[in-house]
């Protein structure tokens, strides 16, 4: 490798940089690099590693540039030749690539990784004598490391199901080998097989009861399984074996955040910052906690300590204006609109900055400027998403199909009829987090979150069935036992979120599609649906930065075609369950408070309570993007705010005209 010089200050930056790439943060290593090549323009083990970051966020165009003058100035750095390999084969250039893998492994004759890409490069390419010998060569390492190296390589390059057959090809040669055992929970992981996953990991961890990341990686199976007290142990285990680690301490945090223990969580990402001080995803996690617990003054304090320390990091500016209502200093502003047009800013940093510069333009009422930049930020955000609108037509009408009056007219008896959990439906931005606030406001009810349990059922209901036969149409198989096994099933899975209220919030809105299987599994169940004027909706979704969820939010098309659908299902669970379906339009309950809360007890069957009314001033942890609002009095500023947009929304009002025109006219767009 290259000399770095004696200069230890470039030795820092360098080696901050490769321990921020080990935790898995590459926006942060970019900068950590760019900040030292500012000061050491020459250095190559920065330039070096700088392409290597660029290549791993899939940008290498900008890797080759890099690392073309890395190997211009040292033609015997071997890593620097590799990585610029990658960066070729990135964009399919082959041959290129070749060129730079040979000269790697000239260089490294160990380098059984290079080896092996080269072999493969060469064998696509068509020279196969090359092929062969890249291939066989390095017979000094062991038969099993050769092995690994080869499925690592199958794994990168997305041939995951051969990747499995060589670990478990290993592991019928080595019963105890903990690392192929890990690699099949990682692989396992990446198909979503969380299941699988912790039964690997957990032999993984056996057998090697020090692996750091094996650790880390159970807590995250555990974690997607919701088994989330042993995950937490998970990752204490391995923050145990390396106490000066991040990532350790950053999943912990995450975790106990999602079990409610906001305490620990805090504890947690203070321990990181001991050992990394300033750590920006220390500081944001520590900021979201204070916004979900209801610490407004400190979280904002913390998101202005992160924009002065990092004012290229988009996501603290996202953070502050998700807020919704903190206004930016117009130094702030100047900053967004700086780093929106840099090019050096990531898509990803780019798309923060574009929806925190929309909320700060229309917050000074410059409604068409606001609109270019959430559009912007939303295009961003579309292409890193999967959304496919004709599968939600064809799931609609699925469910219509089976859900019909014959299958929801079962006598009592079918279903779980102990608990009384309330489900609160409907798209976001509708009023869903206030209606939460005001039930768990009343002393029995038990305000919980948007549990996944339900989503998660309609896995396992397809195991039910007949080979082939998936959900809906299995529930046509199901008997009463089956239901009311199910609705038992949900009710338990419930407890590790609630205490004994007898009541419950379940606010996951799009339970709104199963609302057919909750009135067979759960009779006593309550619906409650949040509605709002389909513009306001509509927009609301669209300026909303979602972290997960939600994927047809961000195309205003497919927004509106999402919420024809929603439409459609509630005007069939209308005709097929008259009555047990409450709606709860935001306009008139922010409107007329006291009578529509009382319409909402009265449906829940619930009796008056003054605290309901005074649900402001109740105490709990929200994570929605309404908590702030929820915090405070009902007001009306919020009602159709649509017609600010009215001129940039042309194709939102035109796919929703057949919702619009059933309106009040005085509720519909002029163009309508």
């Not at 997607?224 to 000066?244: F, Q, T, V």
């Not at 496919?388 to 009408?397: I, K, L, M, R």
Request: charged fraction near 25%; hydrophobic fraction near 40%; glycine fraction near 6%.
């Amino acid at each position: 490798m290259a000399s770095t010089g004696a200069d230890t200050t470039v030795k820092a930056q360098f080696e901050r940089a490769i321990a921020v790439v080990r935790a898995g943060d590459l926006q942060a290593a970019e900068s950590i690099c760019r900040a030292g090549l500012e000061q050491f323009p020459s250095d190559s083990n920065l330039l070096c590693l700088l392409g290597t970051v660029l290549v791993r966020q899939r940008r290498p165009d900008l890797a080759e540039e890099v690392l073309r003058e890395v190997v211009v100035q040292h033609p015997d750095f071997a890593k620097a030749h590799q990585e610029l390999g990658n960066a070729l084969l990135a964009q399919r250039r082959l041959e290129e690539a070749a060129v730079h893998l040979q000269r790697t492994v000239e260089l490294e004759p160990a380098n059984h990784a290079a080896h092996y890409k080269l072999g493969k490069v060469l064998a696509v390419v068509g020279r196969r004598q090359g092929a062969e010998i890249a291939t066989e060569s390095s017979p000094q390492l062991i038969p099993i490391e050769d092995a690994l190296a080869q499925a690592a390589a199958l794994r990168g390059a997305g041939r995951l199901s051969e990747a499995e057959e060589v670990y478990t090809a290993v592991l019928a040669r080595q019963p105890d080998n903990a690392v192929a055992y890990q690699l099949l929970g990682e692989l396992a992981l990446e198909q979503a097989q969380a299941g699988d996953a912790i039964v690997f990991l957990r032999r993984a961890v056996e057998l090697a009861p020090d692996a750091t990341s094996a650790w880390l990686d159970l807590a995250e199976a555990l974690g997607e399984k919701d088994e989330l007290e042993e995950a937490i142990g998970a990752a204490r285990r391995a923050s145990e074996l390396e106490p000066h680690a991040l990532l350790p301490c950053l999943i912990m945090a995450d975790l106990c955040r999602h079990v409610g223990r906001y305490e620990d969580a805090v504890a947690a990402y203070q321990t990181g910052l001991r050992c990394h001080p300033n750590d920006r995803r220390c500081l944001l996690g520590i900021g979201h906690t204070m916004r979900t617990i209801g610490q407004h003054d400190d979280a904002v304090r913390i998101y202005r300590e992160l924009v002065e320390l990092y004012p290229d990091f988009g996501e603290a500016y996202w953070s502050l204006a998700n807020l919704k209502n903190v206004r930016f200093e117009p130094s702030e502003v100047g900053t967004m609109q700086a780093q929106v047009m840099t090019d050096r800013q990531p898509e990803a940093s780019r798309m923060y900055f574009s929806f925190a510069l929309g909320k700060a333009y229309e917050d000074d009422c410059e409604y068409e400027r606001a609109f270019e930049c959430y559009q912007r930020g939303n295009s961003i955000k579309r292409i890193a998403v999967s959304y496919d609108a004709v599968a939600t037509q064809e799931s609609t009408d699925r469910i219509i199909d089976v859900f019909d009056r014959g299958l929801l007219d079962r006598g009592p008896g079918s279903g779980e009829p102990g608990s009384v959990p309330i489900f609160i439906v409907g798209l976001p931005r509708s009023g869903s987090t206030l209606i939460e606030q005001i039930l768990a406001s009343h002393s029995e009810v038990q305000g919980t979150r948007e549990l996944p349990i339900l989503e998660r059922m309609l896995a396992q209901i397809d195991k039910r069935g007949s080979k082939g036969e998936v959900y809906p149409e299995v529930v046509r198989r199901l008997a009463n036992d089956d239901l009311a096994d199910l609705g038992a099933q949900y009710v338990k899975s419930t407890e590790r979120y609630r205490a004994d209220a007898r009541y419950f919030t379940d606010k996951a809105l799009s339970n709104f599609r199963s609302i057919g299987l909750l009135q067979l599994i759960l009779p006593n169940a309550i619906v409650i649906n949040a509605r709002r004027h389909p513009l306001d909706s509509c927009l609301g979704s669209y300026k909303q930065l979602f972290a997960k969820g939600h994927p047809y939010t961000f195309d205003l098309f497919e927004l509106g075609e999402y919420y024809l659908q929603y439409q459609r299902l509630m005007d069939h669970w209308d005709r097929v369950l008259k009555g047990r379906v409450l709606d709860v339009h935001y306009e008139q309950l922010v409107a007329e408070p006291e009578p529509q809360i009382r319409r909402l007890l009265d449906h829940c069957g619930l009796a008056w309570e003054e605290s309901c009314l005074n649900f402001h001033t109740t105490s709990r942890p929200i994570e929605s993007a309404s908590s702030e609002q929820v915090r405070q009095p009902i007001y009306q500023t919020s009602v159709n705010s649509w017609r600010s947009y009215e001129r940039q929304l042309g194709e939102l009002i035109d796919i929703l005209q057949p919702v619009l025109d059933k309106l009040p006219e005085d509720q519909r767009p002029t163009s309508a």
